[in-house]
Every structure is written in structure tokens, then in C-alpha cells.
């Protein structure tokens, strides 16, 4: 996105979505950039449709205090989205509410550190292979902060989101609903 100028935090997902929280990710991108720090934000994820032209402008405006760290992508396919999350700094998603979005398994499946908010599934989803934050800026900031800044941070994260998403496979997914399956037949059934 920005070429090997610039390192940078990851978000994937339709950004339009206000649930997502990407003016939450902005607001901390800020307060970092404010503070020193060179990242620029790469915003991976298409449109709903219908948004407005404000809307879609929002989107892409500059970080406060800074000139050319916003790169929108829109859609991006498979290789690409692998190739951003294994070379960014850090991938946030502090969502106010999400219950199982695949682009955070990803991103630890592609070696990235991952910051995400405490609501919704993601705490579960990430355990303990990812930071967890608030969905509050001066939160996200702080959480960018120690994975920017605390190598050791940063690598026991990478190692540890591997590590989950090499448990989260499809077999074991359909391996879990289908004792779901089971259990509801099961209940069903007359005595």
C-alpha cells in the first residue's frame, strides 16, 4: 500500500460499518502519529453499497497532523490480503461488537500481531494470542503502542496467533457443529 516507505496497522473489513469501529482505529492512529510514530493506516475491505459520497470520503480523509498515511485498498484478493497481513505492524480490529470475524483468525494464521477489542466473541476467538483492548481510542492507542514498541510483545504475538489458528480448522468446525447437531436431535427425540 505504501510501497516499503512506510510501516503500518492493518484493517480488514467493510469500513463503512460503524460497528467496526474504524474512526475508533483512526482517533488512536492519531494520537500515535502525535506522539512520533511513522505507521500509516491500510484499510483493506470493499464497500456495502449505498453509502454516501460523505461517507466514502470519510473513509480515506487523513490521519490529524499527518499527509499521505491512508490507503484505502477496497477488495483486495486472497494474496494480497495475505501478503498486507503478514508485512504490517500490527492488524487491529477493535470492533464494538463482532462474534466470529474470520479476517482477525487470518491475520494470526498470516504472523501478524493482533490488537482487538473486548467485546462481543473476540476475546474468545483470540484467547490469549492476540492484545485485547476497549474500543475507546486512548485503549487502542496504548494497545498499538506495546506491539510497536515491545519486540518481545510483538513476536510472542505472532508466534501465539499461529499457534490458534492452526487449532481453528474447517474439520474441527464441521467436526462442532455437527455434535451440535447430535445434541439438538437428540433432545428432540421422545422418552
Known amino acids: ?3 516499503r516507505r512506510l510501516p503500518y496497522v492493518l484493517f480488514v473489513s467493510i469500513p463503512s460499518i460503524r460497528q467496526k469501529n ?3 482505529l483512526r482517533a488512536a492512529m492519531g494520537e500515535l502519529a502525535a506522539s512520533g510514530f511513522p505507521h500509516g493506516l491500510v484499510i483493506a475491505g470493499g464497500t456495502a453499497g449505498g453509502e454516501s459520497p460523505k461517507e466514502l470520503a470519510a473513509i480515506v480523509e487523513e490521519i490529524p497532523g499527518t499527509t499521505g498515511r491512508v490507503a484505502w485498498l477496497g477488495q483486495v484478493d486472497d494474496a494480497q490480503l495475505a501478503g498486507l497481513m503478514a508485512e504490517c505492524s500490527a492488524f487491529c480490529l477493535p470492533s464494538l ?3 466470529f470475524p474470520l479476517g482477525v483468525l487470518e491475520a494470526m494464521a498470516c504472523g501478524a500481531p493482533v490488537v482487538v477489542s473486548d467485546r462481543g466473541g473476540l ?7 492476540a492484545l485485547v483492548v476497549e474500543p475507546r481510542p486512548a485503549s487502542i492507542g496504548a494497545g498499538l503502542e506495546r506491539v510497536l ?3 518481545e510483545l510483538a513476536a510472542r ?3 501465539a496467533g499461529r499457534a490458534r489458528a492452526e487449532t481453528m480448522t474447517w474439520d474441527r468446525t464441521a467436526d462442532g ?3 451440535v447437531l447430535r445434541r439438538a436431535a ?5 422418552r
Open 1 to 3: 500500500a505504501f510501497g
Open 22 to 24: 474504524l474512526a475508533g
Open 97 to 99: 461488537f463482532d462474534s
Open 123 to 129: 476475546p474468545a476467538l483470540v484467547v490469549d494470542a
Open 149 to 151: 514498541t515491545e519486540p
Open 157 to 159: 504475538l505472532r508466534a
Open 177 to 179: 457443529w455437527l455434535e
Open 186 to 190: 437428540e433432545r428432540g427425540q421422545p
